[in-house]
């Protein structure tokens, strides 16, 4: 196909997208501000506790210190000496800054509850018990604690299988029943390594789905760093095979060596391209429309934004469709980030596969999606077209997700009833 062949060009024309290294020091200053703020709400209040004072300040300072340590690591990555102290450095980090993140939230939420009480004091007469401070301070301490320990244990676990039935309109008998394992932003980095990647590689074999797509941001970090971790992919089986499309954080960790490097694993990358699945068996078709009938197009679209990395990957759901045989109607797309499915609906497809959001990994961050994303998670309607967006197999940054669970997603296209 013209459109499989062009993809195969500019993957390999595409350069490698350059590491940006942080700005640590005004990262490191605008942290500790951060700090100090907290410190100033919650430490007065907390003097009268005599226990928790002192704690609060300990847990304050250690997570100020830490914070900015995994960009330091990052610095460090190319010494081999250095890699063990790199990925503590990072663990360490990673995990204050999950820590930091809720309590910031919760002191926020606090300072708003104590104004509004004061209003109601000023404003009605009502009285606001001495000891709100304190014990409301305390927990914003216990809550960011507990929902950073809760979510280490359900970022850490094995994702779940989730069973998503998909109604098809008009879905030919043959491909009933057809089942997809979909695994999406797993992030192999710092701290996903290869242990937790043959666990989901050992969950998905036991779904014996028909094909299995993989739906971007796999890495987080270049070839050299992360090929050994990457390896067992593999050994994903499926019937069809096991397909996968570029996310933006592919881009930012040299998308081209990472398309070269998962073909070399036996996985097949979609660059705006689509492959034609035969569900039943050719020698067995009757007829040339009953053969088309029981085959599926399987389209996948370079990140929505990877026409910033390099023009010529401009995602094209369209261009991904070029040249399919006309006479098979049931057409899935894989595409990165939910902000494909206008233009994926307008090209025709029944269904479209995404992740991108994480569902928001963690409070309050789930909030903030919609400003960037039609769809959080789940599975949506948009005109004639069916989108799924998983929350997410592994996670981003600190390893911690609470009110959005991780997910290996199989999807099961049924006939839509009438």
């Known amino acids: 196909m013209r459109g499989m062949r062009l993809a195969d060009d500019v993957s390999r024309a595409m350069p490698a997208s350059p590491s940006v290294p942080m700005p640590i020091r005004p990262l490191s200053v605008l942290t500790a501000l951060l700090h100090v703020y907290i410190a100033l709400r919650l430490l007065p209040a907390l003097a009268s506790l005599a226990p928790a004072w ?57 300072d708003l509850g104590l104004l509004l009480a004061w209003l109601a004091s000023a404003l009605g007469g009502l009285q606001v018990p001495e000891t709100v401070a304190p014990w409301s301070a305390l927990a914003v301490l216990a809550l960011a604690t507990g929902v950073s320990l809760i979510g280490f244990f359900n970022a850490r676990r094995t994702a779940g299988v989730k069973q998503v039935e998909v109604p098809i309109r008009g879905l030919p008998a043959a491909l009933a029943g057809f089942t ?31 094909a299995i797509a993989i739906t971007g941001d796999l890495v987080d970090g270049s070839v050299p760093e992360l090929r050994e971790h990457i ?42 391209e ?49 040249d399919a045989p006309p006479l098979v109607h049931t057409r899935v797309l894989l595409a990165h980030q939910p902000r494909s499915a206008p233009v994926a609906a307008a090209a025709g497809y029944q269904l479209q596969l995404s992740g991108h959001t994480h569902g928001g990994q963690f409070f309050p961050w789930n909030l903030f999606v919609p400003m960037q994303q039609p769809f959080t998670a789940g599975l949506h309607r948009l005109h004639d077209m069916w989108i799924y967006v998983s929350r997410g197999t592994g996670y981003w940054g600190p390893p911690k997700r609470f009110g959005a669970p991780s997910e290996i997603t199989l999807v099961t296209l049924v006939p839509a009833q009438p």
């Open 54 to 110: 002192p704690l609060a300040l300990v847990l304050l300072a250690v997570s100020a210190i830490t914070m900015p340590l995994p960009f330091v690591a990052r610095s460090h990555r190319a010494d081999r000496k250095a890699k063990p102290a790199g990925e503590t450095l990072h663990w360490i980090g990673l995990i204050s800054m999950g820590w930091f993140s809720s309590l910031f939230i919760l002191t926020l939420v606090r």
């Open 180 to 210: 997809i394992a979909q695994l999406s932003d797993i992030h192999v980095g710092p701290t996903i390594r290869n242990g937790y990647i043959q666990r989901i590689v050992d969950a998905v074999n036991g779904l014996g789905a028909d």
């Open 231 to 272: 390896a067992p992919l593999a050994g994903l089986r499926a019937r069809h095979g096991t397909f996968v499309v570029t996310g933006n954080h592919e881009y930012y960790a040299g998308a081209h060596a990472w398309i070269e490097e998962l073909r070399r694993l036996g996985l097949k990358v979609l660059l705006n």
């Open 274 to 322: 689509h492959v034609v699945l035969q569900t039943r068996n050719v020698r067995g078709a009757q007829t040339d429309e009953e053969l088309f009938e029981s085959a599926l197009v399987l389209a996948g679209v370079t990140d929505f934004t990877a026409g910033h990395f390099d023009a010529a990957h401009a995602s094209d759901p369209h261009l991904a469709l070029y």
